[in-house]
Every structure is written in structure tokens, then in C-alpha cells.
């Protein structure tokens, strides 16, 4: 049997969504699936107990920041990400390369590769799409993505199409340079904010065959419409019978009108970053929890919610935590917000297998969901 497969079992028949099934050798993943950042090898205030409580099929775990610290060496000496952070189902790897191109304005680009300042101490490094394929295949994640040019927000059509057409160029040299045969490789679709280059991409990023094919470069400022736009425009054109993933999106509204435009795969860091300052995502739209008006409120973060934090705790308690600066705010609210968008895609996988999408979106913007 082969260690990475892709089965689409229902697609909507309103919409272009799919309901589907990503084999690993971690373990299965039901899509559209949401994955949680564990940006440094953790997601942040939650430990893997906490993932596995909340049922996350899959994390996400960025390169970039790995290599830097600690080093894709010393994983590799430590059995790998798997064995180095105990968490026992599928992990993604980033390439790095949005972090390279948006943490630093001395980055060079040249057609071998990047060169960017270490944000930690300033140090130079070299990124290739040979050496990023190095360092993914040391940390082990059962899938790896290529090293691409992320074009940011806004740019012109002439640097865009250069910024695509290195992406390709990179992509052919990553699937070169990757010999590993338990490790997915995904390419990764550019060209901005233009619809014919979209397409381009889509059909030369399909061209070259890889186990899936993710869409870089949107949710960094345009437009939702914009977005929703170019998904639009692309997706006619990206293999059906391999899984899409959209990088970077985990808005409960983003993440809905995604799926409807065929999209499978998602990951975004809101869920931890705004846990962080208050903010709670619930059935009813965004609450912050730190605001006085919940400073006697003994019900749950959300009626609706089954995760610990509101089977066991008020928002009164929650804000006095976060008033305090207690870390046990962030880590309610973060396990609270992962929860809440697992099962928003739960319900979106219902939805799909009863025909029933466009239904669940217009009940998620009555009640406020979207936000």
C-alpha cells in the first residue's frame, strides 16, 4: 500500500466542495480539515494531550523557525518532529518560505535562492529549494512543502509573474532534490492577485504531479472577495483527484467559503494568537473576554461548546485569569478556540455529505458564526 493517498468520497452537489479522506502514515485525515500551528514545534499553550483531547487530526510546524532554532539537526538526532514533541498523528512542515520573505526587509532573492538575516541574531543564511528540502526531510513530517516566492499584497503584475515563475522553477528542483519516499511533497500555486496567472500557476504546479497542491499567497491583506475571487478562477484547473490546500486561512467565514470553492485543507494561527489577547471564537460571533461586561458572567465562553474550557469553567473566572495575567487564559482559550473551529469543520463535512452547505452558511451568519 502506498504510505500517502487521497480519496474523495462525496463532492457537494451546489457547490465544489469535497468531502474526503488524506491517508498518511500517521494516520488518516478527514477533510476539509483545519490544522492548529505548532509554529516551533508546539501549539502555542497547548500541549499535545491537549491536541489529542480536542481531536486535531494533524499540526503544522514551520521550517524556517526550526531550522533556526533548535536545528533540523538535532531533530533529526531526536527520531525526528514525531518523536521530538510526542505527537503521535500527521504533521505538516512549511517551507519557510513566507517567513523568509515577510520577517526581514535584507532579504535577497536571487534565482538559486533566498538570502535573509537570522531574526534571532542577525546571522546570514541561504535558502534553497535543495537545502529546504534537506531540512524538511530531517524533521520527518509526513508532509512537506515546496520552497516558493510569496509575492505580498500589493504587488504588479511583472514582479508577480516573476515571483510565480521562479516558484515553478524551485518546485522542479525541490521534487529533485526529495528522495523521500515517506514524505508527501506538495507544490504550492502563486500569482498573486491575477486571474490568468492563477491559472497558469494551477496548470503548471498540476503539470509536475505532485501528491498534493497547496494555494500560497492569499489571506496576506487583499480583499476576502479578492480571494474568493482567485480561488474561483483557479480551481477548475487544480487535479481533482488530489487534495488543495489553502494556506493560512482559519477564519470560521474563510474557511466555509473555501470549502465551498473546493478547497480541502486549512491552517491558520488565529485560533492561539487572539486566545492570547481575550478573544474567544463562538457560535454567536467573537467575544472578549476581557472586557468588564463578563466580570460577573458565570456561564460558558459558549452555550453550544462541549470543550473543557466551558464544560468546566465561566467567563468570569476566564476574565479574571486574563486580568491577573494567569498563562491558564491563554491555554483555556486556545484549547476553546481549536475546539470550536474542529467542530465547525465537522459541521462542514456533515453538511457536504448531507447536501446541506449553503444551508449551514446562511444558519452560521444568522446567528453572528461568520465573524
Not at 491577573?324 to 476553546?336: D, R, Y
Request: one cysteine or more; a neutral charge.
Amino acid at each position: 500500500m502506498q504510505p500517502f493517498s487521497f480519496e474523495v468520497i462525496k463532492t457537494c452537489a451546489q457547490t465544489g466542495a469535497r468531502l474526503g479522506v488524506l491517508h498518511t502514515p500517521h494516520g488518516d485525515i478527514e477533510t476539509p480539515c483545519y490544522m492548529p500551528v505548532g509554529t516551533r514545534a508546539t501549539v502555542k499553550a497547548m500541549s499535545p494531550r491537549d491536541l489529542l483531547d480536542v481531536d486535531a487530526p494533524i499540526i503544522l510546524s514551520n521550517t524556517y523557525h526550526l531550522y533556526l532554532r533548535p536545528g533540523h539537526e538535532l531533530v533529526r538526532e531526536a527520531g525526528g518532529l514525531h518523536s521530538f514533541m510526542a505527537w503521535p498523528r500527521p504533521i505538516l512542515t512549511d517551507s519557510g518560505g513566507f517567513q523568509v520573505f515577510s520577517l526581514g526587509d535584507t532579504n535577497r532573492v536571487y534565482e538559486d535562492g533566498v538570502e535573509f538575516r537570522s531574526h534571532i541574531d542577525g546571522g546570514k543564511h541561504l535558502f534553497t529549494p535543495e537545502k529546504v528540502m534537506q531540512i524538511e526531510q530531517a524533521l520527518g513530517a509526513d508532509i512537506a512543502m515546496c520552497f516558493d516566492e510569496c509575492a505580498p499584497y500589493p504587488s504588479d503584475e511583472p514582479y508577480t509573474k516573476a515571483a510565480m515563475l521562479r516558484t515553478h522553477r524551485w518546485a522542479k528542483r525541490c521534487q529533485q532534490a526529495h528522495t523521500g519516499h515517506d514524505q508527501a511533497l506538495f507544490g504550492i500555486v502563486q500569482g498573486g492577485m491575477y486571474a490568468s496567472l492563477r491559472i497558469e500557476s494551477a496548470k503548471a504546479i498540476a503539470d509536475m504531479d505532485f501528491i498534493g497542491n497547496a494555494i500560497g499567497g492569499l489571506s496576506v491583506g487583499e480583499p476576502k472577495g479578492m480571494m474568493y475571487d482567485m480561488l474561483e478562477a483557479m480551481m477548475p484547473f487544480m487535479p481533482p483527484g488530489k487534495p488543495r490546500y489553502l494556506m493560512g486561512v482559519g477564519s470560521p467565514d474563510c474557511l466555509i467559503e473555501g470549502v465551498i470553492r473546493g478547497a480541502d485543507m486549512f491552517d491558520c494561527v488565529l485560533q492561539t494568537r487572539i486566545a492570547r489577547n481575550g478573544l474567544a471564537l463562538t457560535h454567536f460571533g467573537r467575544r472578549m473576554l476581557r472586557n468588564k461586561e463578563f466580570a460577573r458572567d458565570f456561564s460558558p465562553i459558549d452555550e453550544n461548546c462541549a470543550c473543557y474550557a466551558c464544560k468546566n469553567f465561566t467567563r468570569a473566572y476566564i476574565r479574571h485569569l486574563i486580568k491577573a495575567k494567569e498563562i491558564l487564559a491563554a491555554q483555556l482559550l486556545s484549547i476553546h478556540n481549536i475546539y470550536y473551529t474542529l467542530h465547525c469543520m465537522k459541521e462542514i463535512r456533515e453538511a457536504i455529505k448531507e447536501d446541506r452547505l449553503l444551508r449551514l452558511r446562511g444558519e452560521w451568519a444568522a446567528r453572528g458564526g461568520m465573524d
